[in-house]
Nanobody, 117 residues
C-alpha cells in the first residue's frame, strides 16, 4: 500500500504561481510513474502531467508551457510547479502513483487550488 499526501494548494491571483508537493510513503517510489490530475466543480477528473520512472515528462495541452512536473526519488516526492495560473486552473489537484498490475495504482486525497481573476 502506498500513501500519497499532497500539499501546497491555496488561493492565488491570475498570473501567479503555486508549487504543489506530493509525499509518497513507499520504499519503491522510483518504480512508479507519477501523475497529477485535477477535477474542477461539475467536471470529470482530467490528467494534467506525468513523470515516468525514467524522468520523462508529458503534459496536457492546457498546461503545457506553464506547468512543470518533477520528482525527487531520494525524498519520495513529486512536485508540480504551476506558473501563469488562470481561473480555469481552479480545481482539486490529485497526486497519482501508477505501478501497473504488479505494483498498483494509488491516489492522494487532493489539494484545492483556487485562481481568482
Amino acid at each position: 500500500q502506498v500513501q500519497l499526501v499532497e500539499s501546497g494548494g491555496g488561493l492565488v491571483q491570475a498570473g501567479g504561481s503555486l508549487r504543489l508537493s506530493c509525499a509518497a510513503s513507499t520504499s519503491t517510489f522510483s518504480i512508479y510513474a507519477m501523475n497529477w490530475y485535477r477535477q474542477a466543480p461539475g467536471k470529470q477528473r482530467e490528467w494534467v502531467a506525468r513523470v515516468t520512472s525514467g524522468e520523462n515528462t508529458n503534459y496536457s495541452d492546457s498546461v503545457k508551457g506553464r506547468f512543470t512536473i518533477s520528482r525527487d526519488n531520494a525524498k519520495n516526492m513529486v512536485y508540480l510547479q504551476m506558473n501563469s495560473l488562470k481561473p480555469e486552473d481552479t480545481a482539486v489537484y490529485y497526486c497519482n502513483a501508477r505501478g501497473g498490475q504488479s505494483f498498483g495504482d494509488y491516489w492522494g486525497q487532493g489539494t484545492q487550488v483556487t485562481v481568482s481573476s
